[in-house]
């Protein structure tokens, strides 16, 4: 059972890494960490204030998952929320079915292939964060490659539920 002063490190780092990934907005990681550092070390309530994490998500509406969808464009570390991984799809099938309506009335019909291009690199790294967060590897995105088969696996991985508690890839986003 590690000690008072170790839990309060273990916490800061958890801050620290909530606000790498923008979960966490500078004001609440500066309170939060102001709450952390305020309260004694050797008080009885100094290891529950450690082990509660932050229970709001500043990205709580639908621009704000697709936000973090771009935000994390290049971020293969981690886990994703079967909620935020299937709104960005939803929002891009979307943007794909109007770039599609333009493009049709154009002779070009750039639009589409322009966006995939975009939305290619996000789109695998929501999709390693997606296996990570049921507990497998991220190389596994690669069986997308396979005709059939493999867009039927990942779509059932995709709609696995996450594995409970914190894995080797990092806490569960559900508990934060």
């Known amino acids: 059972m590690p000690d008072a002063s170790e839990r309060r490190f273990a916490r800061l780092k958890t801050l620290g890494d909530l606000r790498e990934r923008k979960i966490l907005t500078e004001e609440e990681f500066v309170a939060e960490k102001q709450k952390i550092l305020s309260r004694p070390i050797s008080s009885p309530n100094a290891a529950i204030a450690l082990e509660a994490a932050p229970k709001s998500r500043p990205h709580a509406s639908a621009a704000g998952w697709y936000g973090q969808f771009w935000t994390n464009y290049v971020n293969f570390d981690g886990r994703a929320r079967r909620r935020d991984f299937w709104l960005s799809t939803l929002v891009n099938c979307g943007i794909i079915i109007v770039l599609a309506m333009i493009d049709a009335r154009n002779e070009d ?7 995939f291009l975009a ?48 894995n080797m890839y990092g806490p569960n986003p559900k508990a934060e």
């Open 119 to 166: 939305i290619a690199l996000p789109g695998v790294a929501i999709q390693v964060r997606r296996l990570h967060d049921i507990g497998k590897s991220g190389v596994l995105a690669l069986i997308g490659l396979i005709p059939f088969v493999g867009i039927i696996v990942l779509l059932i991985f995709s709609c696995t539920e996450s594995q409970r508690g914190d």
């Open 109 to 115: 019909g750039i639009f589409v292939p322009l966006f």
